[in-house]
């Protein structure tokens, strides 16, 4: 099977509609790699609950495990470097658009 | 490509002097690709330059190389028609023109088969690019879960009134006096080891230096 391209990372993670999972995305993106406390001092523990593991399972994240959930580290993949990469870009022409 | 002054192409001249530091260009464009590659590795990355030390950093590089050498070969043909009065110094035109003409040449090229695009250098650099980044990201993780790791296990075996001054001293700040019992309310709240929480949280947020200076005095 052919990898999936950029902007079908991103919309078969439904990252465009769930607002949640992507912010969540981006907080581990954005760091390249974050400990689980750390995410919880951000997010609740439903809103962690419902997005790490979508995230684990559509590859744009993984997990590196320490003795203590807390100190695990969530680190992005190749596949979320991508979607990153199609996510700002997105966001990009958002705001041209808005502009025009 | 003539500077001020030039008096054009001069043939007797160009055989001479360009063959001679090919090599030397050749030299300066790979010096170039790899100092190239290794600062867009690490920009990518946003860590600490060790991790990017991997074989898929190799890999980009040898991937820049390959496209600034051709360029550099091809920029060695136009600077041997410079002022005759640079010609010492072709060999370092070559290598600069050449690796900088290889961004404009990158946005130029594509590798098409019947009139269809199939994938363009700039792909090729992109997946391999992100490939050493995701690649030095799990050797960062890595080499960061290892040193802690080791770092809160002996953490945890020091005395636990120690453990606690010291965690109160250097984790103070925001939680006040209360991050001890904050500390210990959290592990408990996760089922977990108080001690080895603590020594975990010490790990991660106090500088490596600092904790083994702590540790040898323990």
Redesign the interface.
Known sequence: MAPLTAIQLVLSANLVKDAILRTVFEAVAK???I?V?DLKEKFSTEQLEHSIPALKGADLIRE?T??????S?L????N???AESALKDRNLMENLAGQS | MFLPGSDGPTSSLTPSVLPEHLWLAIAVAIVFSFILAAVEISREVQKTLRCCLIPQSFFYACLLIFGNLITTLLAAVLVAKMNPGLAPYYWFFAAFFGVFAFETVLKNTNVTVLDKGVLTIQDWLKKALTGATAAAIVRDVRLNDREIGKLAAALAKVPEARLNAFAAIKLASGAGASVVPQLDATAAANKADPMLYKAYAIAYAVSPSVVRAFLTEN
């Open positions: 760091s390249r790699s400990q406390k590196s320490a003795p203590i959930q807390d100190f580290t680190y992005v993949t190749a979320g470097l991508t």
